[in-house]
């Protein structure tokens, strides 16, 4: 409420011109002086509810959208295609930094920032009118002040935006976040001083931006001091010839200038607040684009197939092609035809980087394939619905996953669909030949498998993994080199798990070790993206070619 500070003050001088050596001047300042001191208590008394109201409204109502942002900014990140996360732009550091540094900026222009913007806005509007209303003259001079101050707010505010450091900041978290994750990799290697430069070089560039900006930033933060301090000099100049000419009561003079004083507070105190909110115009925008941007392919989508008869797990990839789209010039698939049976058990073997495990992405509908098809019962996996579709694929990958939480709990998180009982994650457990380690730990299903899974041996995390696939009893099995980073006594007894997870379902399975498919249905050879050899086991041995070279490459090595 500056414009009643200001009519309190213009008041207050009109009090102090009195004479006090005059008997009823001196009785009516003692008096005017209690009154004046009054109404400023009633005014701060006021004005602090005033504020109250407003932290509390304001503030609840900011962390309200902030919560909320945050959660749709999650959802966001969860409903991306698996190609969104293949650009280095969206490294896991990145991306944290993203939902926890953006969304909580963007509070600058929410919330207590937008009471204090809602009360400058009040204080600015009443202000002018009981300046104008006192004295218009003096008024339309300080007035004139006002463009420059605009100009150097704009400058101020392009400086903060040429400055602005989260984007450049991200590298950094990502060399860090990077670093850290793999602490003992670089330990071993004795690399912590080059990862501390490649931190230092990433952290480098911000800093240079935010030195070539900050020389605007002063320029435009002197322009806003210089301007206001020219303003009162030439007020008081002005006021004080009005004044001489009976234009104008010094009560008026005063209530004028200090009407446009408080107001300058006011508004130099929302100013303070001119940073946050040109950061957080800058993060809403990068947030709203995430939450809605909609991916081709939506995994929170209802659309699509969901064929009411049971599924029967036939694949066929027919004249597959395609390329990551990453690496658009490099073509993974070529023309690649591969027809798997229900029932059937289906291997594929082949050279690193030849397209084994691109297939079961396909398979998985991760990515979308270029030209040809990928179709699941005869429908294009294109056509049908994507929760569907995973539904009905059980998937165990090299490197498995398991989240901070109980063992059972994360054989549950197989089949989110409905509430899994503990029979059944027993059953699960038991056909993955894990239960009997399970039943020996103190606390059983309930022990914590810990930050991703690391409070279990390799070959126990592996099971535990195929527990969780079968959970949901899928009737197509993607075993992506399941055992390769076993010991040969882990791997026999995740391999008993893996075949008798396999009987009766459609099992594709990309095997590094030969001697893990060699009862294989069918071995479908891959060589740069096209399947060159398919046969058994012995008919392959028979053709002598790619096949019979990687067999007996590996009986060599083990023998």
């Given at each position: 409420?500056?414009?009643?500070?200001?009519?309190?003050?213009?008041?207050?001088?009109?009090?102090?011109?009195?004479?006090?050596?005059?008997?009823?001047?001196?009785?009516?300042?003692?008096?005017?002086?209690?009154?004046?001191?009054?109404?400023?208590?009633?005014?701060?008394?006021?004005?602090?509810?005033?504020?109250?109201?407003?932290?509390?409204?304001?503030?609840?109502?900011?962390?309200?959208?902030?919560?909320?942002?945050?959660?749709?900014?999650?959802?966001?990140?969860?409903?991306?295609?698996?190609?969104?996360?293949?650009?280095?732009?969206?490294?896991?550091?990145?991306?944290?930094?993203?939902?926890?540094?953006?969304?909580?900026?963007?509070?600058?222009?929410?919330?207590?920032?937008?009471?204090?913007?809602?009360?400058?806005?009040?204080?600015?509007?009443?202000?002018?009118?009981?300046?104008?209303?006192?004295?218009?003259?003096?008024?339309?001079?300080?007035?004139?002040?006002?463009?420059?101050?605009?100009?150097?707010?704009?400058?101020?505010?392009?400086?903060?935006?040429?400055?602005?450091?989260?984007?450049?900041?991200?590298?950094?978290?990502?060399?860090?976040?990077?670093?850290?994750?793999?602490?003992?990799?670089?330990?071993?290697?004795?690399?912590?001083?080059?990862?501390?430069?490649?931190?230092?070089?990433?952290?480098?560039?911000?800093?240079?931006?935010?030195?070539?900006?900050?020389h605007l930033m002063g320029l435009a933060t002197g322009l806003t001091y210089c301007i206001v301090n020219f303003a009162f000099a030439a007020t008081f100049r002005y006021g004080a010839k009005l004044l001489v000419d009976y234009d104008i009561t010094l009560k008026e003079m005063m209530t004028t200038i200090f009407t446009y004083l408080a107001t300058a507070v006011v508004v130099g105190q929302q100013s303070s607040f001119t940073p946050d909110y040109a950061k957080a115009k800058i993060a809403a925008q990068k947030v709203?684009?995430?939450?809605?941007?909609?991916?081709?392919?939506?995994?929170?989508?209802?659309?699509?197939?969901?064929?009411?008869?049971?599924?029967?797990?036939?694949?066929?990839?027919?004249?597959?092609?395609?390329?990551?789209?990453?690496?658009?010039?490099?073509?993974?698939?070529?023309?690649?035809?591969?027809?798997?049976?229900?029932?059937?058990?289906?291997?594929?073997?082949?050279?690193?980087?030849?397209?084994?495990?691109?297939?079961?992405?396909?398979?998985?509908?991760?990515?979308?394939?270029?030209?040809?098809?990928?179709?699941?019962?005869?429908?294009?996996?294109?056509?049908?619905?994507?929760?569907?579709?995973?539904?009905?694929?059980?998937?165990?990958?090299?490197?498995?996953?398991?989240?901070?939480?109980?063992?059972?709990?994360?054989?549950?998180?197989?089949?989110?669909?409905?509430?899994?009982?503990?029979?059944?994650?027993?059953?699960?457990?038991?056909?993955?030949?894990?239960?009997?380690?399970?039943?020996?730990?103190?606390?059983?299903?309930?022990?914590?498998?810990?930050?991703?899974?690391?409070?279990?041996?390799?070959?126990?995390?592996?099971?535990?993994?195929?527990?969780?696939?079968?959970?949901?009893?899928?009737?197509?099995?993607?075993?992506?080199?399941?055992?390769?980073?076993?010991?040969?006594?882990?791997?026999?007894?995740?391999?008993?798990?893996?075949?008798?997870?396999?009987?009766?379902?459609?099992?594709?399975?990309?095997?590094?070790?030969?001697?893990?498919?060699?009862?294989?249905?069918?071995?479908?050879?891959?060589?740069?993206?096209?399947?060159?050899?398919?046969?058994?086991?012995?008919?392959?041995?028979?053709?002598?070619?790619?096949?019979?070279?990687?067999?007996?490459?590996?009986?060599?090595?083990?023998?």
């Open positions: 409420m500056p414009f009643l500070y200001g009519l309190i003050m213009g008041r207050l001088f009109e009090t102090l011109s009195y004479d006090p050596d005059i008997e009823d001047e001196r009785e009516e300042m003692k008096d005017d002086a209690i009154k004046w001191a009054i109404a400023f208590m009633i005014i701060g008394v006021g004005t602090g509810l005033g504020i109250l109201f407003q932290w509390w409204m304001f503030a609840k109502s900011g962390e309200a959208l902030t919560r909320r942002l945050r959660r749709q900014t999650f959802l966001a990140l969860m409903r991306q295609e698996i190609s969104y996360f293949d650009n280095p732009k969206n490294s896991t550091g990145a991306l944290c930094q993203r939902l926890s540094s953006e969304v909580s900026a963007v509070q600058g222009a929410t919330g207590s920032q937008l009471g204090f913007i809602s009360s400058a806005l009040c204080s600015i509007t009443g202000g002018v009118l009981v300046s104008f209303l006192t004295s218009w003259k003096l008024s339309l001079l300080i007035t004139a002040f006002a463009p420059v101050l605009v100009v150097s707010g704009v400058m101020f505010t392009k400086a903060l935006g040429a400055s602005n450091r989260e984007n450049m900041e991200e590298d950094a978290a990502k060399v860090a976040e990077e670093t850290i994750a793999n602490i003992q990799t670089v330990a071993s290697l004795c690399r912590e001083e080059e990862f501390f430069e490649r931190y230092r070089t990433a952290m480098a560039v911000p800093y240079r931006k935010a030195k070539k900006s900050s709203f684009t995430l939450i809605n941007y909609v991916p081709s392919i939506d995994n929170q989508s209802e659309d699509g197939m969901k064929p009411q008869e049971k599924c029967k797990g036939e694949i066929k990839l027919n004249q597959v092609g395609f390329r990551y789209p990453t690496r658009r010039r490099i073509k993974v698939l070529r023309n690649l035809n591969i027809t798997v049976k229900p029932g059937q058990t289906i291997a594929l073997v082949g050279t690193s980087g030849c397209g084994k495990s691109t297939t079961v992405s396909l398979v998985e509908r991760f990515y979308d394939v270029i030209n040809g098809s990928v179709t699941m019962d005869a429908h294009n996996v294109k056509d049908l619905n994507i929760k569907w579709l995973r539904h009905q694929i059980g998937i165990v990958s090299q490197e498995p996953v398991l989240f901070d939480m109980t063992i059972r709990e994360n054989i549950a998180y197989g089949d989110t669909t409905r509430e899994v009982s503990d029979k059944e994650i027993e059953q699960a457990a038991r056909s993955a030949n894990i239960h009997q380690f399970i039943a020996s730990l103190p606390k059983g299903y309930d022990t914590m498998a810990g930050d991703k899974g690391t409070l279990i041996s390799g070959g126990q995390k592996q099971r535990v993994a195929i527990a969780r696939a079968l959970i949901r009893n899928p009737k197509v099995l993607l075993l992506d080199e399941a055992t390769s980073a076993l010991d040969t006594e882990s791997e026999k007894v995740v391999q008993q798990a893996l075949d008798n997870a396999s009987v009766g379902r459609t099992t594709l399975v990309i095997a590094h070790r030969l001697s893990t498919i060699q009862h294989a249905d069918c071995i479908v050879v891959i060589r740069r993206g096209r399947a060159v050899e398919r046969g058994t086991h012995e008919q392959l041995l028979a053709m002598k070619g790619i096949y019979y070279a990687l067999h007996k490459v590996q009986s060599m090595s083990q023998k």
